[in-house]
Every structure is written in structure tokens, then in C-alpha cells.
């Protein structure tokens, strides 16, 4: 079914960070996974895909991950937290990314080998504090999706940056490579979102 700019919209408005959830609201496998393979359409620096996910559902690591969360408690009564990783070795996987795209007919074979060597050379070459901007911006275009397509399913979301990330990583023994961006809470609503305006569009454009 075609989604209509309408109901587009309708989303973007509808779609609040809620915090209070429904306990014990189990979202099928199934549901999870289309959510994110539709989520992962989005678009990515030279299509490098550096996001990774964690999806946490087990009651217990909940209540363990809730402690480096800053207390939070929709980390631990949301039916599951979709951690939201960044990898600083995403260029490795350019072959792959571009013989799918040859395989595909989406470019021809030299075309791909061209960006496979240029992926390599500009993102290997790139200092980690570079990769991380890149990478950091790239995983807020999909995780505004996996929020948006949430939203369409029925499911309420909240995005969570106030966590400890280095204790994220030690606990979920992440390698060296990857690094914990957002945490995302989704499940069912049991209290709606407090309301949130927004800056008048005039203070924030201008027209050259």
C-alpha cells in the first residue's frame, strides 16, 4: 500500500516520545524485523550502512541496562530497547555493498569497482574522529525511520542519548570497532506523550 504524503505528515505529528509503557507486551520477532529491514532503507554516506543493532528484550538485562541509562524507566518496562550502533570499519564491507549493487543492475562492474576503491581509500584513510561525525549522522537518518515505520505499526518509541556508552560498551562486549549511539525504547503506551512546540519557522529560515 502507497503511503500518501497525508499520512506521512499524520506520522511525523503523531509520533511523540513516550515514556510510560505497557508491561509485559511482547512484540513478535516478526514485526521487529520488518521494522528494521524497511528502517534500513535509509540513506547512508556513499551508502555505507554503518548501522548495527542491538535488541534487547530479555526482563533482566532491561533492568541491568536501566542502571547505565541514567534510571530511565522505559528501558526497563518497554518491550524492547533497540540499540542503535555505529561501525568505524563500515567501509569494509564496500565489496560486498557494490557487488550486490552490480549483481542487482543497479551500476555496471566498473562503476562498482570504482566506488569499492574509493570507499576504501577516503573512509580507510579517514581519522576516527571523522568516521564518528559521519557515522553518528548517518545512524540519526535511520533511527528517524525505525521511529517514523514504529509509529505506523502501532508502536510507540522514545530516543534515549543519556546513557553511559562506555559502560554500554564493556557490558555488551562490543568490539573496538563499534560504538553505541542511541538507545531507542518501543512498545505500547500506557500514559500519552507530554506535548512539545517547536521554534516558529521564521526564527529558524532564511532565504538567500
Given at each position: 500500500?502507497?503511503?500518501?504524503?497525508?499520512?506521512?505528515?499524520?506520522?511525523?505529528?503523531?509520533?511523540?516520545?513516550?515514556?510510560?509503557?505497557?508491561?509485559?507486551?511482547?512484540?513478535?520477532?516478526?514485526?521487529?524485523?520488518?521494522?528494521?529491514?524497511?528502517?534500513?532503507?535509509?540513506?547512508?554516506?556513499?551508502?555505507?550502512?554503518?548501522?548495527?543493532?542491538?535488541?534487547?528484550?530479555?526482563?533482566?538485562?532491561?533492568?541491568?541496562?536501566?542502571e547505565i541509562?541514567?534510571?530511565?524507566?522505559?528501558?526497563?518496562?518497554?518491550?524492547?530497547?533497540?540499540?542503535?550502533?555505529?561501525?568505524?570499519?563500515?567501509?569494509?564491507?564496500?565489496?560486498?555493498?557494490?557487488?550486490?549493487?552490480?549483481?542487482?543492475?543497479?551500476?555496471?562492474?566498473?562503476?562498482?569497482?570504482?566506488?569499492?576503491?574509493?570507499?576504501?581509500?577516503?573512509?580507510?584513510g579517514l581519522?576516527?574522529?571523522?568516521?564518528?561525525?559521519?557515522?553518528?549522522?548517518?545512524?540519526?537518518?535511520?533511527?528517524?525511520?525505525?521511529?517514523?515505520?514504529?509509529?505506523?505499526?502501532?508502536?510507540?518509541?522514545?530516543?534515549?542519548?543519556?546513557?553511559?556508552?562506555?559502560?554500554?560498551?564493556?557490558?555488551?562486549?562490543?568490539?573496538?570497532?563499534?560504538?553505541?549511539?542511541?538507545?531507542?525504547?518501543?512498545?505500547?503506551?500506557?500514559?500519552?506523550?507530554?506535548?512539545?512546540?517547536?521554534?516558529?519557522?521564521?526564527?529558524?529560515?532564511?532565504?538567500?
Amino acid at each position: 500500500m502507497k503511503t500518501t504524503l497525508k499520512t506521512i505528515e499524520q506520522l511525523m505529528h503523531e509520533r511523540n516520545s513516550v515514556r510510560k509503557y505497557k508491561e509485559g507486551v511482547v512484540i513478535p520477532h516478526e514485526k521487529l524485523h520488518t521494522l528494521l529491514q524497511n528502517a534500513i532503507s535509509a540513506p547512508s554516506s556513499s551508502n555505507m550502512q554503518p548501522w548495527r543493532f542491538i535488541v534487547i528484550e530479555d526482563q533482566q538485562v532491561k533492568k541491568e541496562l536501566r542502571e547505565i541509562a541514567n534510571n530511565q524507566e522505559q528501558v526497563e518496562t518497554s518491550s524492547a530497547i533497540i540499540a542503535v550502533l555505529g561501525d568505524l570499519e563500515m567501509y569494509k564491507k564496500a565489496e560486498q555493498i557494490y557487488d550486490a549493487n552490480f549483481e542487482h543492475g543497479f551500476m555496471s562492474r566498473e562503476i562498482a569497482d570504482l566506488m569499492i576503491k574509493n570507499s576504501l581509500a577516503l573512509y580507510g584513510g579517514l581519522p576516527e574522529e571523522v568516521l564518528s561525525r559521519l557515522i553518528h549522522f548517518d545512524t540519526g537518518l535511520v533511527s528517524m525511520q525505525i521511529m517514523l515505520l514504529a509509529k505506523d505499526m502501532g508502536y510507540d518509541t522514545v530516543p534515549m542519548g543519556g546513557f553511559d556508552k562506555v559502560k554500554f560498551a564493556e557490558k555488551f562486549n562490543l568490539p573496538k570497532n563499534e560504538i553505541p549511539i542511541l538507545l531507542i525504547a518501543i512498545g505500547e503506551a500506557d500514559a500519552p506523550a507530554y506535548g512539545s512546540s517547536r521554534l516558529p519557522l521564521e526564527q529558524i529560515i532564511r532565504y538567500i
